[in-house]
């Protein structure tokens, strides 16, 4: 079935409120919040996404999900604190509903946001426990597709992708080695979720070939770290 527009979802969204169908109603508010963020509108998917916490929604699962997209639509405009605090509100209940992908997505973008912060100790920890988790259930990784509901995370991660590819590249035009190393060494987790992985060896080289020239110690003592996740990831 192909995409609704935003515009086609902003009608199913007026109709569903017409005639006050609450279910109908927040699911309307969700695939036009995500369907916003896919476009890159960010501030009118949180503010949808928002919308939708705010009507009575008896299914944990759905309330999970509706967190996890504002907290990854937070992520994607870089207010990291926001963005903590309604992934920790989708942890939580995927605790209590035992919902094992959507753990790994959220303790993955968890991770991600940490590393932009640079605290690495922090963003281990939580690159760890979804390693964790996906070897006790086999749980699909943030890239699958296997489970649609959670799709926003690999399809956020790509524009990440994108973004620190052209600040890498930006870096080598100007020849600077910091503005190499910083957007390099944060792109590595993100090879790992996205399948990337036969990326990160050379992007590892040089991390650690700039690290040690920029004489920057707190990433040099990362990466054997993060290597240890993702041997076993």
Same mark, same amino acid.
């Given at each position: 079935m192909a995409e609704l527009s935003i515009v086609d979802l902003e009608a199913e969204l007026k109709t569903m409120r017409e005639r006050q169908d609450i279910a109908g109603e927040l699911r309307a508010l969700r695939h036009l919040g995500l369907a916003l963020q896919k476009n890159r509108q960010y501030t009118k998917a949180a503010s949808c996404l928002s919308r939708s916490l705010k009507l009575d929604n008896p299914n944990a699962g759905a309330r999970a999900v509706v967190h996890a997209s504002l907290g990854c639509v937070y992520w994607e405009m870089a207010q990291l604190k926001k963005a903590m605090t309604?992934?920790? =509100?989708?942890?939580? &209940?995927?605790?209590? /509903?035992?919902?094992?992908?959507?753990? %790994?997505?959220? #303790?993955?973008?968890?991770? /991600? !946001?940490?590393? @932009?912060?640079?605290?690495?100790?922090?963003? #281990? +920890?939580? *690159?760890? +426990?979804?390693?964790?988790? @996906?070897?006790?259930?086999?749980?699909? !990784? %943030?890239? =699958?597709e296997e489970d649609g509901k959670y799709v926003f *995370?690999?399809? +956020? /991660?790509?524009? +990440?992708?994108?973004? #620190?590819?052209?600040? &890498? @590249?930006?870096? @080598?035009?100007?020849?600077?080695?910091?503005?190499i190393l910083r957007p390099l060494f944060a792109m590595i987790p993100l090879c790992l979720f996205t399948a990337r992985k036969n990326e990160i060896d050379p992007l590892m080289r040089e991390a650690t070939s700039l690290a040690e020239q920029l004489q920057k110690k707190d990433i040099q003592d990362a990466i054997p770290k993060l290597q240890a996740v993702i041997v076993r990831w």
């Open positions: 309604h992934l920790q =509100s989708a942890l939580q &209940i995927q605790k209590q /509903i035992q919902d094992t992908p959507g753990q %790994v997505g959220v #303790l993955t973008l968890m991770g /991600i !946001s940490c590393w @932009r912060k640079c605290q690495w100790e922090e963003g #281990l +920890a939580y *690159f760890s +426990a979804a390693r964790e988790l @996906r070897q006790t259930d086999s749980p699909p !990784s %943030v890239n =699958s *995370f690999r399809e +956020a /991660i790509e524009r +990440a992708v994108v973004t #620190l590819q052209n600040r &890498i @590249r930006l870096g @080598r035009e100007q020849g600077n080695a910091l503005k």
